[in-house]
């Protein structure tokens, strides 16, 4: 499974983005999605996960009810909605595929990673 991230940018706090990851295998419809982020110096954060159906979604404490993850299994893309923008939302926004069906949070559950969109949102 390869992924590609885009949709990052520069942003003001307050405003949006929506960032894109898109799959080249078949078989992305069998895997859980998920974003996680990084800052230099700090470890990946987990920050949205959706199941294969997309019926089901965990946040992470920080976003939840600013950011919305989404999928179309029929472009093999997820999505991830992000609103309310804050400075501290800025980071590496990384994309990846997790095996199985558990909605997980963990950077070592997901075994394919995308190569990541800068986001920065300036205050």
């Known amino acids: 499974v390869q992924l590609q991230a885009s949709g990052g940018g520069l942003v003001q706090a307050g405003g949006s983005l929506r960032l894109s990851c898109t799959s080249s295998?078949?078989?992305?419809?069998?895997?859980?999605m998920g974003w996680f982020r990084q800052v230099p110096g700090k470890e990946r954060d987990f920050v949205a996960a959706i199941s294969w159906s997309g019926g089901s979604t965990y946040y992470s404490d920080s976003v939840k009810g600013r950011f919305t993850i989404s999928r179309d299994n029929a472009k093999n893309t997820v999505y991830l909605q992000m609103n309310s923008l804050k400075p501290e939302d800025t980071a590496v926004y990384y994309c990846?595929?997790?095996?199985?069906?558990?909605?997980?949070?963990?950077?070592?559950?997901?075994?394919?990673w995308g190569q990541g969109t800068q986001v920065t949102v300036s205050s």
């Open positions: 295998g078949r078989t992305f419809s069998s895997y859980v």
């Open positions: 990846a595929a997790a095996p199985g069906y558990r909605l997980v949070s963990s950077v070592g559950e997901y075994h394919y």
